[in-house]
Every structure is written in C-alpha cells, then in structure tokens.
C-alpha cells in the first residue's frame, strides 16, 4: 500500500485566486448558512434574520466584487483561477454585477410580507389545497396564516450563487454542475405560492420535467463535445474545431445539442414550451427572479460558449441560429397578441425578447457582446419592476392577473398605471427607456455583423409586440373599471424600493446609457 | 471489442430514454427516463474517456452521477407534492395552465 502511494504522482492543489472568487464564495457560503437558521432558529425569529442574511450576502457579494473591480490594475486580460475553470474578466464581472442587483430586487420583492399578509409564498410546503374550493385556493386559515416557508431565501442564494458560476465556468463540466445549481432550487421555488396552490405545484412539475430533460441534452452534447475535442474545456474545443482529423459529426451533434440546452434555460423561441406556464403558476416574486436572473445567466453562459469554443465554427452553425432567433421573435410577438392573462403576457413578451438577445450573441463582435449584456441588465430590472407591480394588484382571491380586470386601472390607481405604463413602454423599446436603447445597441452590432435581414424582422417583430403592451396601456386608460374590480395595495417597503428601483434604473439607463454602455464594453471574455 | 459499440448503444439508450419522456404519462416514469438519458451520457463519457486514453471521462461520470442523485431528492418531492393533491402522478391531468 505505502509503496503504491508513494508512486503516484501527487496531484497539484489548483490555485485559488480568493479576492477574484470572493463574490461567489460569500453568496454560496451564505447560502449553507442561511440552510443552518432554518434548521436552528425558532420559526418566529426566521423571516427576519433570514431577511438581513440575504441582504447582508448582496452587499457584501457587491463590495467584494467592487473592491477587486477597482483594485486590480492588470483587469483587462482577466484572471483564470481554480485551474482555469473559472474565468473572472471584464464581462463576468458586468454579469456578476447584473446579477446582484438584479438579485436585491428580486428578493426585495420575495421579502415583502405587507402586500399578501404573511409574504407571497406558502406557510408550509406539504399543506394539501383544501378539496372543496378545489382549484382556487387552500382552506381560508391555511391561506391567511401569517408565516411563509422561508427555505425560499436559501433557495434563491443557492440558485444566485449557480447562476454566477454559471456565467463564469470555463469548461462545460463547470457549467453543467452550475446549471443544475441553479435550476434545482427554481423548481422548488416555483411551487412554493401561498394562493392557487394547485397552479404553482403544476408549474413545479412542468418545469422540473422538461427542464431535466433539457439538461439531459446539454449533457449529451458535453459528452459528443467532449468525444470531439478530447476534453470540455473551451479553448481546447475552440483549438480543436480548426483541426481537420476531428470528426465533424460529434462536433455539430455536440454544438446542436448544447445549444438546446441552453436555448431551453433562457426560453428562446421554440424552446420556450415551459415559460408561460411557469412564469404564471410560481409566486410572482419568483417568476420576476426567474425572468429577469435567469435570462441573464442563460445568455452569459450561450456568450461565452458562442465565443469561446465555437467563434471559429460560426460559418456552420449561424444560419441555425438564425432560424432559432427569428422563431422566438415570431412566436413571442404573435401568441403575446392572445393573451389574457398579464403574467403570461409578460412571459410572451419574455420569449421575444430572447429572440433579440440571441440576434446580439450571434453577431459575435464586440458591440454584439456588450450590447447583449447591457441590453441584460435593462431588461431585467424592467421585468423585475413590471412583475412587482403585477403582486400589487389585487382581489380577495389573491393576485388579479386576468387583463379584463386591469381594466380602469389608472382610475381607481394613477401611480401603479403611470410606473406600469412607464414600464411596458420600455418593453416595447420607445425612446428614453431603457428598452430603445438596448434594441438600438443589439441591432447595430447586427447591422455590423452584416445580419441586415435579421434585424429587418427584428424590427417588425417589436412592432407587434407593441400592439399588446399597448393595448394593456389602452385598457388600464380608456375602460372603465368593473363594479368588482379588484383593488390595489399599498406596496410596503420592500416592493416599493423594488419597483422604484427597477423603474428607476430603467429610466437612467434610456436617458444616459453611456456609462453603463462603457461597462458593458470594457473587455472582452477570456478562455 | 470496437468502443464504437457503446457509443451508438448510448447512443440508443438516450433516444429510447427522449422517447420515453415524450410520451410516457406518468411523471415517475418520464423522470425515469430522465434518468435512462443521463445513464446514457455516462456510458458515452466513459467510452470516450477510454478512447482518448485519459481520465477526465470517468471523472465527469461521477459528476454526473451525483448530480443525477441531487435530481431525483428534488425531483421526487415536486412529483410527491403534486400527487399527494390531485392523488395522480399523470402528466396529462395537469393541465391547468394553458392559454
């Protein structure tokens, strides 16, 4: 035995680059904390200390990340640490910054118990809906039970920490893992509603089902890949895609199946089977942490795979691409006009967004790259704010997501119609919001990238989708509202700093974008 | 023994496992299936990691293995919760979410 061990060759420590990875260690860390207090805290002093944790990890996550930001002088190239599966460059640290400010948003609005009494998500998980009101809602003591399963913060810190591996991962067996990471705790998120139990429990199951076959396929695709190149790292899959003695079919079959993968996660065209159900059945909290971090860890990860490991195939696969763009704007534009329901609404309009996202990563230039990320980072606080907006508006069965009750809305609540007025303009990318300017810089970069037809489609693909968000605008205007309408509440504090924020960064960002722009394009991926 | 052989009995095993999820009805059973494919993916990593001669194959397998295990703990409950509710584990009674 001694003799056998003394034969082996140790294998090195990776070296760990800690003021790098800080960011990501203190929200994964906080999340095996956050586990703890559930176990060993009493149920009454959970929600709040749960509460400061999660905030406290933001914070301290963004300082960590701001203080490597400004102190390392040698940024521009980047790092690669834990032996080259984690690469922290100018653009993941633009996405880990998205991320944790998205992040906030989405677990200010998870926070807030003043809206629905007792927060938006279920007392206790395992609770059966009560059998004779069926479908609608629990029992009545059930449903008003003023605690809330708060696994759901763990929950979030878990799937945030996932996401920034996921956007940061060098090789595809990182990436995988970094998938699973964050799609494992939304699943459970997704069934966690304190209301319309049976709704949120389907969505759970949708969208754990088709998402584990999803990744089924990512990780086919990483097998073949890894059949082809000899190993999952990207830059020896970009090395071995100019190598001629490879085999083109593991290749393209590797590439398509990949592809699938992550066209699933950030719900792009004919992929995105999943997201209206999910995104109206979840607590509407997590639906906007869903939208919004999700979308922006999806399209990290297709950047730096697209750039990566495949910028040298493009001739191949682009024309593909293409297609898969061109569909998601189609689909999202045309089945938006249905809908009437405002959450799926939004997840239509979720859809064809993505298909503009995915004109930006395939342009692969520089101004594609930063221009996809900006156009990230204003989507998702638009969304965020959007869906906080959804939670207020209310019945006594919960929240009124039917549009006919939106009707005469700016009648009974001028503020709520004017923030979400505001808010779907900036969906539908009119000038001096957010939205115009993120199109603008996405279908430059395209016109760049000599895509001109694309963005031809492009252009009027976000004019239909106009039409609906202008139509809810009409509606909350120029209708009179129902007798038993529903009623709006009074946001408390966490929703209120939600929505401003997200409102509010929405504007910025449309009226001086330019610095956010700069960001955005200050460096370029390493591999 | 060519290794091409499990690659294209992997190969199979996934579709029958793709095809599976498709049109199987039960939810236990489609997450099996789920599982067929991901023990697919195993097998092709192992093969691959024997023709290319190195180990990084094999490693990932196990990756792979413990994050199946991670599926299922997650998994089963999200199936458990439903079914306790509707006392069905069919995938097409949930239809409740359309339009």
């Known amino acids: 035995m001694t003799t056998f061990l003394s034969q082996v060759e140790r294998l090195p420590a990776p070296e760990i680059d800690y003021g790098a990875v800080a960011p990501l260690l203190i929200v994964l860390g906080a999340a095996c904390i956050s586990v703890l207090f559930e176990a060993f805290l009493p149920k009454a002093q959970r929600w709040a200390s749960q509460v400061v944790l999660t905030l406290l990890t933001l914070a301290a996550a963004g300082v960590g990340l701001a203080v490597y930001a400004s102190a390392e002088s040698t940024l521009e190239q980047g790092k690669l640490t834990l032996s080259g599966t984690i690469a922290v460059d100018r653009p993941v640290i633009f996405l880990w910054a998205t991320l944790l400010l998205l992040g906030l948003g989405a677990v200010l609005l998870i926070a807030d118990r003043s809206v629905e009494p007792g927060g938006a998500f279920v007392a206790d998980a395992s609770i059966l809906p009560g059998t004779k009101a069926g479908v609608k809602m629990q029992t009545r003591e059930l449903a008003t039970r003023r605690e809330m399963q708060t696994e759901v913060f763990p929950l979030t810190l878990f799937a945030l920490g996932g996401m920034m591996v996921f956007v940061a991962s060098n090789d595809l067996l990182t990436m995988f893992i970094a998938l699973e990471v964050l799609s494992l705790p939304l699943y459970l998120m997704c069934g966690l509603a304190r209301r319309r139990r049976l709704l949120s429990q389907e969505a759970a199951v949708k969208y754990f089902l088709l998402g584990a076959f999803a990744s089924a396929f990512f990780l086919y695709g990483v097998a073949l890949l890894y059949g082809f190149a000899g190993s999952v790292k990207l830059s020896d899959i970009a090395s071995a895609t100019t190598a001629t003695d490879r085999s083109d079919t593991l290749l393209y079959a590797g590439f398509g199946l990949l592809i699938v993968g992550l066209l699933f996660k950030a719900s792009v065209g004919p992929f995105h089977a999943w997201t209206p159900d999910v995104y109206q059945g979840s607590p509407t909290p997590v639906t906007a942490f869903m939208a919004a971090c999700t979308k922006v860890a999806a399209f990290g990860g297709i950047l730096r795979v697209l750039y990566g490991a495949f910028e040298r195939s493009s001739w191949e696969w682009s024309g593909v691409l293409w297609g898969v763009a061109i569909a998601s704007m189609v689909i999202g534009a045309v089945l938006g006009l249905t809908q009437t329901d405002v959450k799926r609404m939004i997840a239509y309009s979720s859809v064809a967004h993505a298909g503009f996202l995915l004109i930006g990563a395939i342009s692969l230039n520089d101004q594609g790259l930063s221009g996809t990320m900006f156009y990230l980072l204003a989507y998702g606080f638009t969304t965020i704010a959007a869906f906080g907006v959804v939670t207020l508006v209310r019945n006594s069965d919960g929240e009124a997501t039917h549009l006919s009750q939106w009707a005469g809305l700016a009648k009974r609540s001028p503020v709520v119609a004017a923030v979400f007025t505001f808010l779907l303009l900036a969906l539908a990318g009119l000038p001096l919001t957010s939205g115009f300017v993120g199109k603008f810089v996405v279908f430059a970069a395209a016109v760049e990238a000599q895509m001109v037809p694309l963005v031809v489609i492009a252009l009027v693909a976000s004019a239909v989708a106009a039409f609906f968000y202008l139509r809810v605008i009409v509606l909350m205007y120029f209708s009179e509202p129902a007798v038993d309408g529903p009623t709006v509440s009074v946001p408390g504090a966490f929703t209120t700093v939600a929505i401003t924020l997200g409102a509010a960064i929405t504007l910025v960002l449309g009226v001086y974008p330019s610095f956010a722009l700069e960001w955005a394009g200050a460096g370029v991926f390493i591999f | ?99």
């Open chain 2, 1 to 99: 023994m060519t290794p091409t052989y499990y690659l294209l009995l992997s190969a199979l095993l996934f579709s029958l496992g793709a095809v599976g999820v498709l049109v199987r009805r039960n939810a236990i059973v489609v997450f099996m299936c789920v599982e067929l494919m991901l023990n697919a993916v195993n097998l092709t990593l192992v093969t691959f990691a024997r023709i290319n001669g190195g180990l990084d194959g094999q490693v990932m397998a196990f990756f792979v293995m413990v994050v199946a295990a991670a599926e299922v703990v997650v998994g089963l409950t999200i199936i458990m919760a439903i079914f306790k509710t509707r006392r069905s584990a069919s995938v097409d009674d949930s239809n409740l979410l359309k339009y």
